[in-house]
C-alpha cells in the first residue's frame, strides 16, 4: 500500500487567478462605493449638526427675533461653506420644529427672569448627484437639531 503525502493533491486544488479577480473584483468595488457613500453622508450631517449648534447660538445672542432670524441662517450658511456642504438652495432655519415657535417665546420673556430656550432645527437638501450613481438618491434632505438658551442678561427690543 502506498502511502500519501500531504500536499499531493495540490495541483487539483489550484484555482485560475482570473477567475477569482473577477469574482472578488466587482464585490470590492461595490464595497468602496458604499464605503463613500456612507462617508459622504456621515460628513454631511457633522457638518448640519454643527450648522445648527451655531445657528442656535448666533439666535440665543441676538436682541430681536428678526435679527436672530437673519443671524441664524447666516451661520448656518456660513457654517456649510466652511465645511464644504452644497445644498440645493438655501438651508433653512426653523424655530417652531415641533409646532410651537421657541424663538418669538423667547423673546417675549424679560431679561433676568426664566430661561428662555431657542430650538432650531437647520434642513438641508443635500445633492448628491455628482457620485453618477443611478441607484443612489441625487438629493437628500438631512435636518439637525439643536436648542441653545436665550442669553438671560442681554438686552431685547
Partial sequence: MRRRHAGSDRGRDRGSVSVEVAIL???FLLLVVVAWVTGRTVLARNALDAAAHDAARAASIS???TEAQTNAEYAAQQ???WEGIAC???PT???APNGVDTLTKAFATAPGSTTALIHV???CTVQF???GLPWVAQD???RADFRSPLDRYRGRE
Fill in 25 to 27: 473584483t466587482p464585490a
Fill in 63 to 65: 436682541r430681536s427675533v
Fill in 79 to 81: 457654517r456649510l461653506d
Fill in 88 to 90: 440645493a438652495g438655501e
Fill in 93 to 95: 432655519a426653523d424655530f
Fill in 121 to 123: 432645527r437647520v434642513s
Fill in 129 to 131: 448627484g455628482d457620485l
Fill in 140 to 142: 437628500r434632505l438631512l
